[in-house]
């Protein structure tokens, strides 16, 4: 099978830029080489490594494919908080412009419903990992509409804010409501995997940046935060769909040849 594994990280000359990861590695290939190696002779002297619990679990975890056939469909999982929650209106046009340009003939779009989802979600328990929990429950819910593949992207934001110069004007009452004397800074980010729903094999893993500076009233400090909160995350969300779109670009090239390699 071919083996396939790209990164690409661009550095702007100001502020951040995304990271791109693409992967069509073969899990085949990759359990091939303990026959390559004293993995299993279990002799002295020969580094063997002892078969354990977990040497099984390792040949379990790298024993799938990248399978990709399209059309396809294709399924939106946003994650915020770590909750599966809805995208806005302006989010969700955004996406819409990304399928109908970015991965165009590549098949459908469509949300991954919360509802849905829960009907089929594993409670937790403790001691659970979450993360996981979470991510298993999102190809459950994937699966239950029938997504092929699961584009699962997170979102957040952070501020800091510091007082300026000016800051000394907070002890008059004016100063207080006029002077900007807060320099609030947001940064936001948005990072995504692509999955297979069927065996979870990860073929894309992508993030994006954004980040607004600007000066306020002490007053106004707050009300700032809440109002750039959700346009810097679609800042972040546009940066990241860069990074998607030639990792789209990759995987329609992998799927072509793979269909031709197929052919008789």
């Known amino acids: ?15 951040l830029a995304g990271c791109e990861t693409v992967q069509y590695t073969s899990g085949d290939d990759y359990l091939a080489r303990y026959a390559a190696g004293p993995y299993e002779t279990g002799q002295p002297g020969e580094n063997a490594y002892s078969s354990t619990d977990l040497d099984a679990e ?5 024993s799938i494919n990248p ?16 909750q599966l929650t809805q995208a806005s209106l302006a ?24 509802l849905i989802m829960s009907s089929v979600a594993q409670t937790d328990v403790h001691g659970a990992n979450r993360n ?15 997504i092929d593949y699961l584009l699962v992207y997170e979102v957040a934001s952070s501020t800091d804010t510091r007082q300026n110069a000016l800051s000394v004007t907070d ?11 807060r320099n ?9 995997i692509l999955l297979d729903v069927r065996n979870g094999y990860p073929y894309i893993m992508a993030s994006g940046f954004s980040e607004d500076s600007r000066t306020t009233t002490a007053t106004r400090a707050w009300d700032s935060q809440a109002q750039h909160h959700e346009a810097i995350q679609m800042v972040a969300i546009s940066d990241l769909m860069s990074d998607l779109s030639q990792g789209f670009i990759t995987l329609q090239e992998q799927a072509q040849l793979a269909h031709q390699t197929a052919q008789p």
């Open 132 to 146: 996981r929990l979470l991510m298993d429950n999102l190809r459950r819910g994937a699966a239950r509409q029938h």
């Open 91 to 114: 989010e969700m046009q955004l996406w819409q412009e990304f399928a109908e340009q970015d991965a165009a003939g590549m098949g459908d779009f469509v949300p991954l419903s919360p």
């Open 171 to 181: 002890w008059t009452v004016i100063g207080l409501f006029m002077a900007p004397s």
């Open 67 to 82: 399978h990709i056939i399209l059309p396809a469909r294709f399924g939106l999982a946003r994650i915020e908080r770590g």
């Open 1 to 15: 099978m071919k083996h396939l594994m790209i990164v690409a990280c661009a550095a702007a000359a100001l502020g």
């Open 58 to 62: 390792i040949r379990e975890i790298a």
């Open 184 to 192: 609030v800074t947001i940064n936001g980010t948005a990072s995504a």
